[in-house]
């Protein structure tokens, strides 16, 4: 059995999992997928225990070899990867950048491909850091470019900057000092910019480093043919030149296509080092490789000669191959051991130019080819320069593939650098000559030999010889010197080096160049030989051969210089192999070396004749640190043996070159130093010496030189041995200061002459004073080891006397400018030399004296740079020294500051002396920081304050300023406030640092330092809150009594400015940034709001002072989203309500008398609470607070209120009000922002009230025009005009002045009531005007006129008035405008926004917006709602859900007492129209309902009840808003009799305005009067009012209804008074009938006279108070509106149908519906016989059809009197239209020609411009198909010309009623028709769109300038063979009132009484749709 034990005693185990363990079956197994972190808690043997990071109540086990073990961190309790800190921040930045990619992604951000690009690299180089396969120095490399790639991006995404150092580290910021902080941040702004600008310009030219480039070169491949083994010889040259630049490289290349050396296999690389940057700039840089060929004189090719390198080489020879390829040729190149006859020919050039590869080496990293071309009988520099010109060269086809790098830095920095490229066994070829730089380790001895040329004579020879000249190394003896020639890097050391040979050629030209390096110890003694030898091509013959010639040089000369640079001709000596004496090898050394040493002689000795027309060409070229060609150089340094020509020498040593002088630098500067000491004449040499010196550290200070400078120190540190030169020294350096300060004669003008040489020799001696200064201290140093120091005195008091000189030498007048500059730049040097041998204090008291001498404006740059200098030494970091120093500089800096001189210097000191009192190897700084705080402190904060803000020393300035206070304690402030205080100037200071800590994190001012330097902000803060803690103890100390309120204002100001800044706001930033801000500085609020408390309670009885001016600012602080801090700040106003409570009336911001007596106390806060309810006002808006903000203020302040005996009430008043208030701008904001423009008005208008009950007239202004400007927004006119008309009520008719509260924006020049009030006035009218609310625009005109006409007497401006006015009279009457429809909206559910919630508005919908149309709307502002089908009151599970539910139905509005002005009067009808929808504060909508118990059957006309509802809302409308708030409903029903009556005064009112519009305007169109009355007196459906006389006005109905007795005297009142009207009506048709419509006029004037004789035998004879003038004369229109299409005059209508009393019961409000346009096939379906039968209702609005439940079917024995009821009437002519939630119409309704003359013709007063609209209303079926039984009978019975039009109602079946309610639609009316009941036919087939344009008659009403709407159907021919005709109709509608169809009937004329069956069912739409 298992045993299970703990991992780990102390801690848990963390893993990841490699794979996917899955095995859910198996008991206690744990899943895991690839990459889950798990904590392992128990193992055994093969298993863990343990849970996975994500999902810790999950335990299981997990097999051991699915979980790779990870080193962990614990981090806020979770486990942790322990990666690097790169790999750590990687992580970060990715999950950080992470979020902000995804939404540059969505917003299409153009920066998101390069942020992509940068995550996918940080992603790639995090896993190379991770996989642990790199070497160190590509770490670093990865590591470098993972930091660039942050830093870039950081600032691509404008996020914080990441401080590093070098190495790409986060550096510690709480480790360095201020100003180093800022020092850092500006190299990071650098380091960003840098790493941007080399990502932008790849691809361009690099700058090339100053001093050494390298080349490395790496031979890949040689293309060529050849048979036998090959040296290449790569090296590079200068093409201007035809030069060799650098020695070769050599690749001993085999027959075989390899290297010959093992070594070199694969490994052919070389280092060209030391290349300058002149060397790169040269013109035309070659890569030039020289093939030369091993092996016979003739070369024989072969048929498979031809190789390449990369294809023998992957043949790869074995290694005795190899062995015996290496030993093929010798060490010597001549000949192998075994005899091979071997001669080196030349074989062929390759070359290539470098110059484009050095200036864009990236563009060249794979394979270069170099073109290679064979020598034919060409030298090998004759090939070259062939290739060079690219001349002759034919065709190419052999070449060499080289790779090619160009690399910067030295051998040693390379090494580090590229490890992998240059490794220890790589050659180095070096520059044949020095760098530009010498380094002074880099010891070289090198001899570069050129074999040039020759010229040799033929000697019985026919033919020219082939020459080959071997070189040796010979010593004084002739014998060889072994291993020192060197062909090139690459190649071992050889002994003797053997020319190429040229075939038969006399004059071989061979530019060789190899390289000898000999000991310098055996340079002297040797010299070099050359052989000559005639090379046979037989082989016999050339081993017979002996040398011909001999030459010889020495390469030391007899004066002891080496050999001259530069060619020499040598001369060549014959050699006699019979007289030449071979034992004595060095016998050819008495003979002259070269030409020019013959002088024309013709030496010879045994065995050695003189050649004369032979010589040998040669050039030298020496690099050497050791020897040298200097005549003059070598003299100097053998002084001792030539003392007579001393002077000439050291005279002579300003004419060595540099590179001879630094090459003896010591031995020269030994041979000075003897001479200085041991010379016999020290007037005469003394001054030579020190100027020879001075010379030689000239020369090493040159640039070229200066790295010997170390070797210069190195020598005087340990080289140098003169005890007694500093004596000499000093003496000399007094004289050269007294001689050049001793005032000199002047010229006769008076001016100095030219400068003088002893000035010219001070200035050249103060140059170089620091260096002869270490001499002296030196030498001195060595004496006092001697002597033991026993003449310290008089050194001290000599040096003290040279001090004293250079003080002197200062204040010369004469013009020493130059020596004192020198003498300010070294003296920092000479100081810390001096501290070895001379007294520190009293070394920095002259130091001092020398500064303070200088003269205020002299030399003031190189005084500062000394300072600078200074503050960098040794000397500076001793405290006593600093004592001394550090007053004067900070004095001379506080001087230049004032007087802004050098700036930029005096901030780079500051910036240094700050550095170092922050180092901890300093001692002590208190008394530094407080001699910087007293001298600097205010003028470096003033000068701060006073820089522009855009200047770069700002920031600078600041962080010098911030490093003062960061290092300041408690004692220093103490130190500082007195000093202050004695000199009166501690008030002006405190206020001064108040205010620049104030501007400094004020977000009003452009910040010091960029918003990205979140580490140098935080840094700042936290400076500034030390400060300001000391600061509170100041204030508090010397400024509360006496009290200073400037001071405490400044405070108060400046700490909440500070505390609420952005940067401290933490709650702001994203977690990596707050955790990062929490980890390095903590959040710093909680303490700043603590000491902001402290300092409120310690004012005391000063707080009345500050209550309303510090409101605004507490409030800002205690809304930081911070508890803690909000429970310690929120107090702070209970304090301030009770100041002011308790605060005197009698003497302003004071407690006053109110200590001794409480009756003065002034027993209100309204200064606090009006401060307040403005400032949360404001800051609330600007987006400060929350939620938990008001209830945690509420609760801490009614906690307080409820304790406190005066304020329990006042405060919890106040307390409330401020709660509700909050809650409303809370909500406000939230909701500002929201698409739904009502919400924004409804909280906009909810704070206008509550500004309006606190009295608050500045609030209440700025929030009218806000609210102003939402309506016009959305160009709700009218409701801005009422919303500006507030701000009128607050003006008076008055010319007082204008308070600021009561002032406007809009009107800034008004300055009195009266101007205000008079502006608003026209541009509340102008808004009337726009709103055409003309009616409202007179009553203001009607104010305005008042006061022109009676108060100001200004006429003028009354005339203009009145015909404003006139002209808005004229509007109402003539110009169009539509009333808007309102709705009932209930919002249910608590989704919706607090002001919504389960709540009834009353909405004022737009102009011609339709029910449909308003519920869209609502559902766009609402997308989450879901609009109610039915009226039905929800229950709690909606109310109460979290869903957002809508319930949309038209109401009606019900007209105000102010209507009854216009009752029984004559009064156009727009006049009337307008008050029917306006100002209106009540509505009601009805629903149907039946009822029983009125008898008889359910469906009789006694059983139609409604119940109504009314509805209060809190204001009219139209107002201030477009809705308003139902605040009282009320339910009631109405009975069958009331609604009869009802209907019958709609009727009369109808008929009554009909007449009145005819008899008014005689151009009217006579179909709608037509038509209405056609309707009224023929009344075709339910029997017209005859219903409701067998309902109601039977003895039956009064018996069962006694209390109805008055209502049924209205009914028969009404139904008698109907007769006199439509008598006028009649005769008034008469009058304007034309003539297509007499048979009308006859059928009308018979029905009528039937009625009237019933009417008036029942109820008696009524009068009418309308008269019809007979005289008046009929207009007859040429053109009728339609074609006389009617003759019959059995067009019956119904007016009293007891379902369409409300006009719309059966009309449908499902939402959505797609509206079916059928208005097309209906007109096409329709057919008239003779005359039209046309209405006209503007008013009446098409709805859909409502759904209903299904009837039962008519029965088979229908009564006749139902079949002759054909036309079908959904709006009777008499009936108004009742509130349904269908809306009206939009462009498009489906209209029939019976509903054309509707009740409302209220837009029939006028010519109007046309404008058509089309308007189209969808079909919807009703019931089911009738059966196919009930269709053959409608088939068989006789065609019948009434047919049912484009909004189909149900025909009327009294018999067949539905058994359902409708009461639960969401379609309401008060219609009772059967329509109601009986479900209506299928409607007609539509099509799918609308098209009028093919309509081919227009019926337009040219008068009125209407177009009628008209429907006509295409019904079967009746029996007396009426015509189908198919007529298409224009439809259009000018005056924007909708039309609503209804059915008709066309009856043929012969025979209207015969009983007519049903009308068939038109075929069901395609779009149509059953709604259940």
């Known amino acids: 059995m298992s045993v299970w034990s703990d991992c780990n005693a102390k801690q848990a185990e963390f893993g990841i999992a490699k794979c996917n363990f899955d095995q859910e079956t198996k008991p206690h197994r744990l899943n895991l997928d690839v990459g889950d972190a798990v904590i392992i808690l128990k193992e055994t043997t093969h298993w863990y225990y343990g849970y996975r990071q994500k999902a810790k109540e999950t335990r299981g086990i997990f097999p051991k070899s699915y979980i790779h073990l990870c080193e962990y961190n614990i981090v806020n309790g979770e486990f942790c990867i322990q990666r690097t800190d790169i790999v750590e921040e990687i992580t970060k930045v990715l999950l950080e950048w992470g979020s902000i990619a995804k939404n540059y992604f969505l917003t299409t951000n153009p920066s998101f491909k390069e942020i992509r690009a940068k995550m996918n690299e940080l992603n790639n180089n995090r896993a190379a850091l991770i996989s642990g396969n790199l070497p160190l120095d590509e770490v670093r490399k990865v590591k470098l470019l993972a930091t660039n790639q942050i830093d870039t991006g950081n600032k691509l995404l404008g996020l914080d900057m990441v401080v590093r150092d070098e190495s790409g580290d986060i550096l510690d910021t709480n480790a360095i000092c201020t100003t180093e902080l800022y020092e850092q941040h500006v190299h990071a702004i650098q380091r960003i910019d ?153 074989f062929g050039v390759a070359c290539k130019d470098l110059t484009p590869i050095i200036n864009k080496s990236e563009d060249f990293r794979g394979n270069i080819d170099l073109p290679f071309i064979m020598c034919e009988k060409d030298t090998l520099d004759g090939t070259l320069r062939k290739l060079i010109a690219n001349k002759d060269i034919g065709k190419i086809d052999s070449k060499m593939a080289v790779t090619i790098e160009v690399l910067r830095g030295d051998i040693k920095q390379i090494k580090e650098d590229f490890p992998r490229l240059v490794h220890t066994n790589v050659p180095v070829a070096r520059k044949m000559g020095f760098p530009e730089v010498i380094l002074p380790g880099d010891v070289r001895n090198d001899l570069y030999l050129t074999i040039c040329s020759g010229e040799f004579a033929r000697i019985a020879k026919t033919s020219e010889k082939n020459v080959e000249v071997s070189v040796c190394v010979a010593n004084e003896q002739g014998y060889l010197m072994p291993g020192v020639l060197s062909i090139g890097a690459g190649h071992q050391p050889i002994d003797e080096y053997k020319s190429v040979v040229y075939y038969h050629d006399d004059k071989p030209k061979w530019q060789e160049t190899f390289k000898i390096h000999v000991p310098i110890e055996d340079f002297k003694q040797c010299h070099l030989r050359f052989v000559l030898k005639h090379r046979s091509s037989n082989e016999q013959k050339d081993r017979t051969e002996k040398p011909f010639g001999l030459a010889y040089v020495r390469l030391m000369q007899a004066n002891g210089t080496t050999i001259p640079q530069g060619q020499h001709v040598l001369a060549v000596y014959k050699i006699d192999h019979k007289k030449y004496d071979k034992t004595v090898a060095n016998c050819y050394m008495e003979l002259p070396a070269t030409v020019a040493e013959l002088q024309g002689a013709r030496p010879s000795i045994s065995g050695l004749t003189l050649l004369p027309k032979d010589q040998l060409s040669i050039g030298v070229n020496l690099c050497s640190t050791k020897l040298t060609q200097s005549v003059s150089l070598l003299g100097l340094l053998n002084w001792s043996a030539h003392k007579e020509t001393l002077e000439q020498s050291l005279n002579a040593l300003s004419t060595v070159p540099g590179e001879e002088v630094v090459k003896f630098l010591q031995d020269i500067l030994d041979a000075l130093f003897n001479i200085l000491v041991e010379n016999d004449h020290p007037e005469k040499y003394d001054q030579l010496v020190f100027m020879s010196i001075i010379h030689l550290i000239e020369t090493v200070s040159d640039l070229k030189y200066q790295h010997f400078l170390s070797v210069l120190d190195v020598y005087i540190n340990e080289s140098f041995s003169f005890t007694l030169a500093y004596t000499k020294l000093m003496d000399v350096l007094q004289k050269n200061i007294s001689e050049a300060i001793t005032p000199k004669e002047k010229s006769a003008d008076g001016n100095d002459l030219e400068e003088s040489a002893e000035v010219r020799r001070l200035y050249k001696t103060t140059r170089y004073l620091h260096y002869v200064m270490k001499f002296v201290i030196r030498s001195r140093v060595l004496y006092a080891e001697m002597n033991c120091d026993t003449d310290y005195v008089d050194f001290a008091t000599r040096l003290q006397e040279l001090l004293r000189m250079f003080i002197d030498m200062i204040g010369c007048p004469s013009n020493l400018l130059k020596s004192e500059g020198a003498l300010l730049k070294n003296l920092h040097i000479i100081a810390t030399d001096l501290m070895q041998v001379f007294d520190q204090v009293r070394l920095s008291i002259s130091i001092v004296e020398i500064l303070e001498k200088f003269p205020p404006r002299r030399l003031t740059q190189s005084k500062m740079g000394c300072i600078k200098d200074f503050v960098e030494t040794k000397l500076f970091t001793l405290p006593k020294c600093r004592a001394i120093l550090l007053p004067v500089f900070c004095k001379h800096i506080k001087d230049h500051l004032e007087s802004k001189e050098e700036i930029a210097e005096c901030i780079n000191i500051m ?20 001699d910087i705080m007293i001298i600097l402190f205010r003028t470096v904060m003033k000068a701060a304050h006073a820089l522009d803000r855009d200047t770069g020393l700002v920031g600078k300035f600041f962080a010098i300023m911030l490093g003062i206070l960061q290092r300041m304690d408690a004692l220093h402030y103490e130190y500082f406030v007195k000093d202050l205080h004695q000199r009166g100037e501690l008030k002006h200071f405190v206020i001064e640092i108040l205010l620049v800590f104030e501007e400094l994190v004020s977000p009003h001012q452009k910040a010091v330092f960029p918003r990205d330097w979140m580490d140098m902000i935080m840094h700042q803060n936290t400076v500034i809150l030390g400060a300001l803690k000391h600061l509170t103890v100041v204030i508090t100390d010397y400024f509360l009594v006496p009290f200073e309120k400037q001071i405490w204002s400044n405070f108060f100001q400046c700490s909440i400015a500070f505390l609420v800044q952005s940067p401290l706001q933490l709650n702001d930033f994203n977690d990596n940034k707050r955790q990062i801000v929490f980890a390095r500085y903590r959040d710093i609020r909680k303490d700043t709001a603590m000491e902001i408390r402290k300092m409120w309670f310690q004012l005391g009885q000063h707080k009345p002072k500050f209550v309303p001016q510090l409101v605004e600012p507490i409030l800002e602080m205690s809304m930081i989203p911070e508890r803690e801090l909000r429970q310690e700040t929120i107090p702070i ?116 009230q509550f500004y309006s009950e606190v009295d608050l007239k500045e609030m209440y202004i700025r929030y009218v025009y806000k609210l102003c400007a939402l309506h016009m927004e959305f160009e709700n006119y009218t409701e801005a005009a009422f919303t500006l008309k507030l701000h009128t009520e607050l003006l008076r008719w008055t010319d007082t002045e204008l308070s600021p509260q009561l002032r406007s924006y809009r009107h800034s020049s008004c300055r009195t009531h009266r101007q205000l009030k008079e502006a608003l006035y026209f541009e509340i009218m102008e808004y009337f005007d726009k709103g055409k609310q003309w009616e409202c625009a007179i009553d203001m005109c009607r104010v305005l006129a008042r006061q022109y006409e009676e108060e ?133 909508f009805s629903r149907p309902f039946r009822d029983s118990v009125g008898g008889g059957d359910r469906d009789d006309v006694r059983n139609l009840w409604l119940e109504r509802t009314e509805l209060l809302i809190r204001f009219p409308l139209p107002g201030i808003l477009r809705w308003f708030p139902v605040i009282e409903t009320s339910t009631f029903k109405i009975s069958p009799l009331e609604r009869a009556v009802e209907i019958m005064k709609d009727t009369n009112s109808n008929i009554r305005q009909l007449v009145i519009l005819h008899r008014s305007d005689e151009t009217l169109h006579i179909n709608p009067l037509s038509m209405k009355l056609n309707g009224i007196v023929d009344p075709a459906v339910m029997g017209g009012f005859a219903k409701y006389e067998e309902a109601f006005l039977t003895d039956d109905y009064l018996e069962q209804n006694p209390d109805d007795k008055e209502l049924v005297e209205d009914l028969k009142e009404l139904i008698a008074n109907q007769i006199p009207l439509l008598e006028i009506a009649i005769q008034l048709h008469r009058m304007r009938a034309p003539e297509s419509l007499k048979a009308l006029q006859e059928h009308l004037e018979g029905c009528f006279a039937d009625m009237q004789q019933h009417v008036e035998l029942r109820y008696g004879r009524k009068s009418c108070d309308l008269k019809i003038e007979r005289d008046s004369v009929v207009m007859r229109r040429p053109n009728s509106f339609l074609p006389p299409l009617f003759d019959g005059s059995n067009n019956r209508h119904s007016e009293t149908s007891m379902g369409s009393s409300d006009s719309g019961l059966s009309k449908s409000t499902f939402l959505p519906r797609p509206q079916t346009n059928s208005i097309k096939n209906t007109l096409a379906s329709l057919s008239f016989n003779t005359r039209p039968s046309l209405g006209h209702s503007p008013s009446i609005k098409s709805n859909k059809n409502k759904d209903k439940t299904p009837g039962k079917r008519r029965s088979k024995d229908c009564k006749v009197k139902e079949r002759e009821v054909h036309s079908l009437s959904s709006s009777q002519w008499y009936t108004p239209p009742l509130s349904t939630i269908t809306s009206t119409p939009e462009k498009e309704i489906n209209t029939s020609i019976a509903s054309l003359a509707s009740t409302s013709n209220s837009s029939l007063s006028g010519p109007k411009t046309p404008d058509p609209h089309i308007l189209t209303e969808e079909l919807t079926p009703k019931r089911p198909l009738r059966s196919e039984m009930e269709k053959e009978r409608r088939l068989s019975r006789p065609a019948s010309i009434a047919t049912p039009t484009a909004s189909i109602k149900n025909f009327p079946d009294t018999r067949s009623l539905s058994e359902s309610s409708n009461r639960n639609s969401v379609e309401t009316t008060d219609s009772t028709s059967e329509e109601d009941i009986r479900p209506p036919p299928l409607p007609a087939k539509a099509r799918d769109s609308t098209d009028f344009t093919s309509l081919s008659q ?72 059953h709604i259940p």
């Open 194 to 346: 840098k790493a941007n600008r080399l990502s932008s310009e790849r691809g361009t030219t690099r700058t090339l480093n100053k001093y050494s480039h390298n080349i490395l070169l790496h031979v890949n491949a040689f293309v060529c043919k050849f048979q036998e083994d090959s040296d290449l010889l790569f090296t590079l040259f200068d093409g201007e030149t035809h030069k060799p630049i650098s020695e070769n490289y050599v690749v001993k290349w085999s027959r075989t296509g390899i290297a010959r050396d093992i070594d070199q296999i694969d490994n052919n690389r070389v280092l060209f080092t030391d290349l300058s940057k002149s060397d790169l700039a040269i013109a035309k840089m070659y890569l030039v490789c020289y093939a030369i060929r091993i092996g016979s004189m003739e070369f024989k090719e072969s048929a498979d000669s031809k190789r390449t390198s990369m294809s023998i080489a992957n043949s790869m020879l074995n290694a005795s191959s190899r062995k015996a390829s290496q030993l093929s040729v010798s060490s010597n190149g001549s000949s192998s051991s075994n005899g091979e006859y071997i001669i080196r020919r030349p």
């Open 1352 to 1484: 100001i007497f200004d006429y003028l401006k009354l005339a203009e008035l009145l015909k404003r006015m006139a002209l808005f009279f004229e509007k109402i009457i003539k110009e169009l405008r539509h009333n808007s429809e309102y709705f009932r909206v209930c919002f249910y559910g608590r989704g919706f926004p607090r002001l919504l919630q389960n709540r009834v508005y009353i909405f004022r919908g737009k102009e011609y917006e339709r029910h449909s149309d308003f519920c869209a709307r609502m559902l766009v502002q609402h997308p989450q709602a879901e609009l109610m089908q039915t009226l039905e009151a929800p229950g709690e599970d909606i109310t109460n859900s979290d869903g957002q539910y809508i319930q949309v139905n038209k109401v009606e509005p019900i007209m105000g007492p102010a209507f009854n002005k216009f009752n029984e009067k004559i009064i156009n009808n727009e006049i009337v129209k307008y008050f029917t929808a306006n100002n209106v504060q009540k509505f009601q």
């Open 1133 to 1248: 106003f209970f304090d301030m309500m009770q100041c002011e409570y308790y605060s005197s009336r009698l003497e302003q911001e004071s407690y006053g008398d109110t200590k001794f007596n409480n009756t003065h106390h002034k027993g209100n806060f309204s200064d606090f609470k009006t401060a307040m309810i403005e400032k949360l006002d404001i800051l609330i808006g600007a987006g400060k607070g929350d939620a938990e903000y008001k209830h945690l203020f509420e609760t801490i302040m009614l906690e307080r209120c409820a304790v406190h005996s005066t304020l329990n009430v006042d405060g919890t008043a106040f307390v409330e009000m401020v709660t509700r208030l909050m809650d409303k701008l809370l909500e406000y904001r939230c909701i500002i922002q929201d698409e739904s423009k009502e919400n924004r008005m409804a909280c906009t208008f909810s704070l206008l």
């Open 911 to 930: 910036n240094n002396i700050l550095k170092l009192l922050f180092r901890s190897d300093v001692g002590a700084t208190h008394n530094d920081i407080r």
């Open 1898 to 1969: 227009n019926m337009d009403w040219t008068p009125n300038g209407f177009t009628l709407l008209s429907t006509i159907s295409n019904t079967s021919s009746s029996s007396m063979s009426t015509t189908s005709t198919l007529t298409k109709t224009s439809i259009s509608n000018t005056t924007y009132e909708y039309l609503e169809t209804t059915n008709f009937s066309l009856v043929g004329a012969v025979d209207g009484s015969k009983p007519r069956p049903p009308t068939p069912p038109p075929k069901p739409s395609r779009h149509s749709k």
